[in-house]
């Protein structure tokens, strides 16, 4: 059974940085990826960020490309998103999911069999 279990939101201002956590157990994650969404109050949940597992390679939406990184570290099977000039508008609450048979470029959330419970980020201006 896969779990994923994210932590590292919070309340900032603008321009601030923040760093989400995602820790995935329960199987050896060798191949997929991991994919980070979020989603703003009646919004539909928006692609961020992609992360291979067996290579380390990454995918960014247009909107955060520059300023979020995802890594990983393998001796806590956890992945990161280091979120850096955050704007208010992206405020949401976001999700990390996985899936071995996701590629890098899976950007829809139906992709992805696996979630976490979500993780509440608000940038204030």
């Known amino acids: 059974q896969v779990q994923l279990v994210e932590s590292g939101g919070g309340l900032v201002q603008a321009g601030a940085s923040l760093r989400l956590s995602c820790a995935a157990s329960g199987r050896t994650f060798s191949s997929g990826t991991l994919a980070w969404f979020r989603q703003a109050p009646g919004k539909e949940r928006e692609f961020v960020g992609t992360?291979?597992?067996?290579?380390?390679?990454?995918y960014y939406a247009d909107s955060v490309k520059g300023r979020f990184i995802a890594s990983r570290d393998n001796a806590k099977n956890t992945v990161y998103l280091q979120m850096n000039s955050l704007k208010p508008e992206d405020t949401a609450v976001y999700y990390c999911?996985?899936?071995?048979?996701?590629?890098?470029?899976?950007?829809?959330?139906?992709?992805?069999?696996?979630w976490g419970q979500g993780t509440q980020v608000t940038v204030s201006s």
């Open positions: 999911a996985t899936d071995p048979q996701a590629t890098i470029f899976a950007t829809v959330p139906q992709k992805y069999r696996y």
């Open positions: 992360f291979t597992w067996d290579s380390g390679s990454t």
